[in-house]
């Protein structure tokens, strides 16, 4: 009955994905090798059943982690990350480029300070609290609302995509765009939009996603796919009330509209903090292009190499691999096929939701010490009943315990069918879809078996030693002496924090204690909070820049030290800049959402 309702459940699945594949890229699989299903063993009752994966013991020690190099929980972790604001925002440089679509009818925006629809490719945005900032003239603006006419083809770009800063947050489109990494032309965004969209037009490519303040798109055609609801003559601010501390090293205070402005234009991107982001971009993950993909972009692997993920970009990739990458995405575009009909997207959140506030509950329960020898056995058994909750559906009635003795890793082996069945429970049923999976379906895939393969290796090892200790008492075992409960807790501590900490999930990064009903929980993020250049100096102005391009880009790309944005972005918010190690590495803080504003 189990098996026939997880395929019913998949089947389900599979027909919902399907009805998607109008509005996605096709993909193909033509001349990929065909994965023949393994075998698997029921592990209680002894009677086989046709589905399983391998059960040699040898396969699932205990003292065999991931691989130093190894990045499926990379993987994992972005892809579960992608298009929520708060995990785009805390990590910036995205190694991610996934094909989706913007659904008909979803409404887009687009501020300005002129009386005219773009001509050419432009920006629009999500929301209308992040257009209505570049909505900017002499006390009025325009404001542009469209609508999509049919499902617009995007790419998009995680991280902080659209934030101007050398660190490496648009080192993936410069590789598609110019065919390399190029640093300097950061500010260049009036020739990245060009290239983007002059590569895109063969492909039928409408815009590309990204991420600043909230999200935006590059949009190639203003005639193209989009109809025009309404183009409003808006009142706005006075330029002039609200200075540019780039071009004004003392400027007055900044008018308290301008303050409402900046906050509401963050406060729209905090509605897609956490799970599911911006729904208003569909991804088709079939289609994933990870620069984690250790086989796609192999030169990356020894520049990451000691480095901090906040540090991780794609500067130093090889041309070689730049090929690679840019082939895949040409495949990924232009495939015919749909996939396997598997919703990863689903299956990445069900993972996290039945781990993250677990995990949260036993790195508590560990924060603890006491010298009295009774309070911490019953702390223990307050862990080990948490981890036993975890392995339930896995407690096999046939499972033997040693009795106690000889310590060793060897000799918790005995668990290791909880260990097996733990870490293939979301997975194993999949490999019969095998044959039918992408290259992108097949490294979510594998990234997925690595992520829960940690998770239950380090727990499944937790909870048997606390079975070994006396603390089960499901599994009740004779003890030879005292257990040392301190020891044990002590252990016990480090290594969930070791997995917290190598599983790095977003969800756990958040203002405690938590925020009032008049703050929202908050990461420094650009354009406000990007630090603050040396020595600034206002760029000169060319009188003849009718358009919201940037006029001084090249004054601009030339500087060591220059605002995070082109002008039309500087005249829109004010700047408050942030420690180098704040920004490089944000922490969650506590904001107000009414006047006094603070970032």
């Known amino acids: 009955m189990l098996y026939q309702s997880l395929v019913a459940a998949l089947s389900l699945l599979g027909s919902a994905a399907l009805a998607l594949h109008d509005q996605q890229f096709p993909v193909s699989t033509a001349g990929e090798p065909c994965v023949r299903p393994l075998d698997i063993t029921n592990l209680d009752s002894g009677k086989p059943h046709s589905y399983s994966v391998g059960s040699k013991i040898e396969e699932w020690r205990f003292d065999e982690g991931p691989a130093e190099n190894a990045t499926g929980n990379l993987i994992f972790d972005t892809v579960h990350s992608l298009l929520q604001h708060w995990s785009n925002t805390r990590y910036r440089n995205g190694h991610n480029i996934v094909p989706g679509v913007i659904p008909t ?3 887009l925006y687009h501020g300005t300070s002129r009386n005219t629809i773009p001509s050419g490719p432009d920006w629009i945005a999500t929301d209308p609290e992040h257009s209505l900032v570049f909505a900017r003239g002499d006390g009025s603006g325009w404001h542009l609302t469209l609508a999509a006419t049919r499902p617009l083809k995007v790419l998009y770009f ?24 190029q640093p300097e032309r950061v500010f260049d965004e009036q020739s990245r939009i060009n290239d983007l969209c002059s590569w895109g037009k063969e492909f039928g490519i409408d815009g590309f996603a990204r991420m600043e303040m909230d999200f935006e798109v590059m949009l190639c055609d203003f005639t193209a796919g989009v109809e025009v609801v309404s183009f409003l003559h808006v009142r706005v601010l006075a330029k002039d009330k609200n200075p540019n501390p780039y071009r004004d090293p003392t400027p007055p205070p900044p008018d308290p509209d301008a303050f409402i402005r900046t906050f509401e234009a963050m406060h729209s991107g905090s509605w897609h903090n956490r799970y599911p982001g911006d729904s208003r971009i569909v991804l088709d993950l079939t289609g994933l292009v990870s620069l984690y993909d250790i086989a796609l972009a192999p030169s990356l692997v020894p520049v990451r190499s000691g ?13 070689e691999d730049i090929s690679r990458v840019k082939r895949r995405l040409i495949e990924v575009i232009s495939r015919p096929d749909p996939g396997s009909g598997i919703v990863w997207k689903t299956l990445t959140h069900v993972i996290v939701d039945r781990y993250a506030n677990r995990f949260e509950l036993m790195q508590h329960l560990l924060n ?23 392995f339930t559906p896995y407690l096999l009635d046939a499972i033997v315990v040693p009795s106690a003795g000889a310590s060793g890793v060897d000799d918790l082996q005995w668990a290791s069918p909880l260990f097996r069945l733990c870490a293939t429970a979301h997975t194993a049923v999949m490999k019969n879809q095998m044959p039918l999976m992408t290259p992108s379906e097949r490294l979510l895939l594998k990234a997925i078996e690595d992520t829960t393969r940690e998770i239950c290796r380090v727990t499944t090892n937790m909870w048997a030693v606390g079975v070994m200790s006396g603390l089960d008492d499901l599994f009740p075992i004779k003890l030879n002496g005292e257990p040392d409960i301190a020891q044990t807790m002590n252990d016990w501590r480090r290594d969930i924090q070791q997995l917290m900490s190598w599983l790095d999930w977003s969800i756990w990064i958040k203002c405690r204690p938590a925020c009032g009903p008049e703050e929202m929980c908050y990461l ?40 995070p944005e082109d002008p039309a972005v500087a005249d829109a918010f004010f700047f408050i800049g942030t420690p180098t190690e704040e920004w490089r590495k944000p922490h969650p803080k506590c904001i107000r959402r009414i006047a006094p504003y603070e970032f």
């Open 307 to 319: 480095l901090e993920r906040c540090d991780h970009r794609v500067l130093g990739i090889s041309s």
């Open 105 to 107: 009818g979803t409404l």
């Open 368 to 390: 603890f010490t006491s010298s009295d020898s009774q309070e911490l056995l019953q702390r223990a058994k307050l862990v080990q009943i948490q981890l036993r909750i975890m």
């Open 524 to 563: 420094p993020t650009w354009p406000v909070n990007a630090p603050k250049p040396q020595h600034p100096r206002p760029p000169p102005r060319d009188p003849r820049n009718t358009t919201d391009g940037p006029a001084e880009m090249d004054y601009l790309a030339d500087r060591a030290g220059h605002p």
């Open 158 to 181: 995680d991280g902080s995509s659209a934030a101007k800063v050398f660190e490496g947050t648009m080192d993936t489109q410069d590789i598609i765009a110019w065919g390399e990494v």
